[in-house]
């Protein structure tokens, strides 16, 4: 997992880094630009002309190192300075030096207007919003028509806050090493574009020492975070587990979770859906069983959980009173692994009383609204959002998985992961009720709580990943359960 640092850090792991090694920066600027033209050259083709965008910090240095390695490589690139060379940083300026006559070096108003354009203004060194001419610079760049990458960081949003005034809004952000905490931010998608992230070789003994708390996951040791079963076991040993929800007209939510939990290799899968259920989900799903129906059109009655490894309730559920009832019965009696989703958090915040119940073994599962329904509490934006969360989790001791692009877990200890895989082909009806059965699943079969809950996000997008990647727009919910098999062979998962 890699740690996440602020901007400031940035600086002085740099600094830590250079003496450590007993590298120059300017070497690690170098390697900054190799990873960035070896993804380029990947993504855009000879013929394209580019123009870089320089400031006269080191993310300035970056674009001039890179325009020469792009020209090495036999691309027609133009650059354009903006501030005052003479008092750029030292890499910079070595940089400026070396750069090949044939780059043509103009300022940023004579330019030659290129059909990529690389933002190198700045990176994790912005320290106030855009004014003058940085701030005309990225107006005119966003109004023009052009492929679009910036380097580290779109130019104008700051590493560990909120977007202010102007950002340079990028189709791409090659990101050095780890993403900063902004790139992650729902509403900075528009600035971000698509999010790479390339290392540049710094070891992870040099993170040691910073104390951030929060961690960006591309399922690194994934396979580790698994159990193993033996030849020899038996369905028991892969978990019983209930899964609780659908109403009338919904019952398709809990057929996904049941599907996707039986994908994931669940030993044996109880629902427990109305009577107006029963049919569909034992015609639709043989494999799963149906519990005694306790309501019509809605789930009712109790729960029997007896000689049970985990419950998932919520997808489709409803808020009628034997809904509401049964979220009340669990809260209060079952103490083993529970996965809330859907309507059972948003009853949960309609009767704050009963979080003093959560524990644990729990791990609640909303999206960005359902967490607001939760707390209470409307998020200022995605930073607040973070802070409510792990708040949340330090409180009530339970995990928390805050869904979207980027899902944020937070755990009771207060760490905090950020999930990178996921694909916006999940935008789709009945993805989350996938998560909720994936989670199950795994906690069924006896996953730590930790290791369940990093396995099952991951795995969850990295499977939208597989099925986005062959339906493309229209993948659906179920194309995305079906991939999960997929997702454990690719991992080397048996
Ligand atoms: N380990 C790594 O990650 C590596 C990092 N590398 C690269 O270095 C980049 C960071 O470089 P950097 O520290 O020189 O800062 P950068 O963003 O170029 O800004 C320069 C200066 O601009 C100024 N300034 C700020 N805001 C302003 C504004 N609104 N309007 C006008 N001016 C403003 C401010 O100076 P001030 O004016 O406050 O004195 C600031 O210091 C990083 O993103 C990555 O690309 C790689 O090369 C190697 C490995
Ligand atoms: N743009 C995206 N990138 C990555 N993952 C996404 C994206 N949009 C949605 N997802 C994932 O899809 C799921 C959607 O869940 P949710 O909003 O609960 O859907 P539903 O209620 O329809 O089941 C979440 O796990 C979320 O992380
Ligand atoms: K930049």
């Known amino acids: 997992m890699q740690k996440i640092l602020s901007g400031n850090e940035v600086k002085s792991l740099d600094q830590q880094y250079v003496a450590g090694e007993g ?27 580019v123009s870089i965008y320089c400031g006269t910090g080191n993310n300035g240095g970056d674009g001039l190192a890179i325009a020469r390695m792009l020209d090495g490589k036999g691309y027609s690139v133009h650059v354009g300075l903006i501030g005052d060379p003479d008092s750029g940083s030292p890499d910079f300026r070595q940089n400026l030096q ?5 780059v043509s070096l103009d300022s940023w108003e004579k330019c030659p207007s290129g059909q990529v354009i690389v933002d190198a203004v700045f990176g994790v060194g912005i320290n106030r919003p855009l004014g003058g001419d940085y701030q005309s610079l990225v107006q005119e760049l966003n109004a023009r028509a052009a492929l679009k990458i910036s380097v580290d960081m779109p130019s104008g949003l700051p590493s560990d806050g909120p977007a202010e005034g102007d950002v340079f809004r990028a ?27 390339k290392s540049i070789g710094i070891d992870r003994r040099y993170f040691e020492s910073f104390d951030s708390r929060r961690f960006f996951y591309s399922g690194e040791a994934l396979e580790t975070l698994h159990k193993t079963f033996p030849n020899s076991s038996h369905k028991g040993d892969f978990g019983r587990i209930i899964l609780a929800g659908g109403s009338y007209g919904k019952m398709g939510s809990i057929g996904l979770s049941t599907r996707a939990a039986l994908r994931t290799g669940s030993g044996l899968v109880f629902c427990k859906v109305p009577a107006c259920g029963v049919d569909i989900l034992q015609t639709s799903i043989p494999e799963a069983m149906v519990l005694p129906p306790g309501g019509e059109t809605e789930v009712g009655g109790s729960l029997e959980t007896e ?10 559920l409803g808020k009628g009173k034997g809904a509401v009832e049964l979220v009340h019965e669990l809260l209060r009696r079952y103490s083993g692994p529970t996965v809330l989703d859907a309507d059972a958090i948003n009853i949960l915040g309609d009767h704050p009383e009963w979080l003093s119940f959560l524990h644990a073994k729990v791990v609640l599962t909303p999206h960005l609204k359902e967490f607001e329904r939760l707390t209470g509490i409307e998020g200022k934006n995605h930073f607040h959002r973070m802070d409510l969360a792990r708040d949340f989790v330090v409180k009530y001791g339970c995990v928390l998985v805050l869904k979207g692009a980027y899902t944020l877990i937070s755990f009771p200890d207060g760490q905090q992961v950020f999930n990178n895989s996921g694909s916006v082909h999940m935008a789709t009806g009945g993805s989350g009720d996938v998560l909720t059965g994936i989670l199950t699943s795994f906690l069924g079969q006896g996953y730590s709580m930790k290791n369940a809950v990093l396995c099952g996000v991951f795995h969850h997008g990295h499977a939208g990943e597989l099925a986005g990647s062959q339906f493309g727009r229209g993948t659906l919910a179920s194309d995305i359960l079906e991939k999960i098999p997929e997702s454990f062979r690719h991992f080397g998962i048996v």
């Open 23 to 49: 590298i120059c920066s300017y070497q690690l600027m170098e390697r900054a630009a190799r990873v960035f033209c070896a993804w380029f050259v990947q993504e855009v083709p000879m013929e394209k002309s």
């Open 98 to 102: 070396v750069l090949p006559e044939r």
């Open 171 to 197: 189709d791409y952000t090659v990101s050095f090493q780890f993403p900063k905490l902004s790139l992650l931010a729902p509403e900075h998608a528009v600035f971000t574009g698509k999010l790479v992230v």
């Open 307 to 316: 000689g049970i490894d985990a419950v998932g309730m919520g997808p489709g």
